[in-house]
């Protein structure tokens, strides 16, 4: 299996930039569409942005849609989610998370059940 540490959230005031990264180990993260997810307190997980396994096809939610912008590089094990024009209610728990299943190089997935492994999140604050 494989195991995904998330890294590079911090504070920042609205309007700035960060980039988060979610390394794999275990096994080669080429192997899984790779997602992330947000939750702030008090709400439940919310889908952010997803990219296939060949890193050809990529989703985003609306809210961060133009703002967001998820990549992968394969032979670094890791994927980033590079974070412009933050807003506070961008102000979450960001949680990068591994689909398992063989499918087509080309799928994304974006809900929490899709996906088998997670990290442990990274604080994501975002002041006005």
């Known amino acids: 299996q494989v195991q995904l540490v998330e890294s590079g959230g911090?504070?920042?005031?609205?309007?700035?930039?960060?980039?988060?990264?979610c390394a794999a180990s275990g096994r080669t993260l080429s192997r899984y569409?790779?997602?992330w997810f947000r939750q702030a307190p008090?709400?439940?997980r919310e889908f952010v942005s997803a990219v296939s396994r060949s890193g050809g096809?990529?989703?985003?939610?609306?809210a961060v849609k133009g703002r967001f912008t998820i990549s992968r590089d394969n032979a670094k094990n890791t994927?980033?989610?590079?974070?412009?024009?933050l807003k506070p209610e961008?102000?979450?728990?960001?949680?990068?998370a591994a689909n398992r299943d063989a499918g087509l190089m080309s799928s994304v997935y974006i809900t929490p059940p899709e996906y088998d492994y997670w990290g442990q999140g990274t604080q994501v604050t975002v002041s006005s």
């Open 10 to 21: 911090g504070l920042v005031q609205a309007g700035e930039s960060l980039r988060l990264s």
């Open 33 to 35: 569409a790779t997602g």
């Open 42 to 44: 008090g709400k439940e």
């Open 57 to 62: 096809n990529t989703d985003y939610a609306d």
């Open 79 to 85: 994927v980033y989610l590079q974070m412009n024009s």
């Open 90 to 96: 961008d102000t979450a728990v960001y949680y990068c």
